[in-house]
């Protein structure tokens, strides 16, 4: 049986840029793109933290050491600039995969600086 589980994220990025008549895609940072372990012309679903859009495109590269996110083509229609969002892809795995698998979480400032990695989520506790 196979299981699909969060391969990776890019959490709370900014988007800088929306190109309308760019190929449809997501371009970023190639050093963001490398830390996450995503590829070029992956699909990667979008997470508007800012409006709750949701939607499917593919990762191309944006010049390295730029902090380019730039949602192009139909996507530009679902995102302003500023808007925050997280960009994740999922693997296929076997259940024996998955039980040791971990995921590439980064998390992103305003200005898609990296403030850490890692690779668990903190077990979300009941508020009192």
């Not at 760019?22 to 699909?43: M, N, Q, T, W």
């Not at 593919?58 to 010049?63: D, K």
């Not at 139909?74 to 259940?95: C, H, K």
């Amino acid at each position: 049986m196979q299981i699909e589980m969060l391969k990776c994220k890019l959490h709370m990025a900014a988007v800088t840029q929306a190109e309308l008549w760019y190929d449809g895609s997501c371009a970023i940072d190639e050093d963001l793109v490398e830390l996450a372990g995503l590829r070029e012309f992956e699909k990667i679903d979008i997470y508007n933290v800012t409006n709750g859009e949701r939607l499917h495109t593919y990762v191309i590269l944006a010049e390295r050491g730029s902090g380019i996110i730039s949602m192009n083509g139909a996507a530009a229609r679902r995102v302003q600039v500023g808007d925050r969002i997280i960009i994740a892809s999922y693997a296929q795995l076997t259940e024996g995969e998955a039980d040791s698998h971990k995921p590439k979480l980064v998390y992103l400032d305003g200005n898609n600086k990296v403030e850490r990695s890692t690779n668990t989520i903190p077990v979300q506790l009941a508020e009192v």
